[in-house]
């Protein structure tokens, strides 16, 4: 399906899938958005919201295991894992 052009611009499409979403964008090639991740993405509009079109996979931060990120065209999105549960953390742009 097409997606919505981005505050920055870009356009492209999304696809459903079980667990997530998958955006393509000439601008960032396909990325997939799931989980937790999608939570916050979803209600800031998704891609024509302030953070846009994905442009990495999620991954985790590399001084805080506990801690999920995913880069997007308007800033970062990250959940924090606490004893197992996830908790939406904020959202850094």
């Known amino acids: 399906m097409e997606a919505a052009k981005s505050p920055q611009g870009a356009t492209g499409w999304y ?3 079980e ?3 998958i955006f393509w964008s000439y601008n960032y090639g396909g990325v ?3 989980g937790s ?3 916050p993405y979803n209600e800031f509009g998704g891609t024509e919201g302030r ?3 994905p442009k990495s996979p999620q991954k985790s931060a590399e001084r805080h295991r506990h801690m999920l990120l995913q880069e997007f065209e ?3 999105v990250c959940v924090l894992y ?3 549960e ?3 953390g904020d959202t850094l742009v």
């Open 74 to 76: 308007g800033g970062l």
């Open 37 to 39: 991740i999608l939570v």
């Open 86 to 88: 996830e908790h939406l």
């Open 15 to 17: 696809q459903y899938f």
């Open 32 to 34: 997939p958005v799931t």
């Open 51 to 53: 953070f846009g079109f």
């Open 19 to 21: 667990g997530g979403i």
């Open 82 to 84: 606490e004893g197992g």
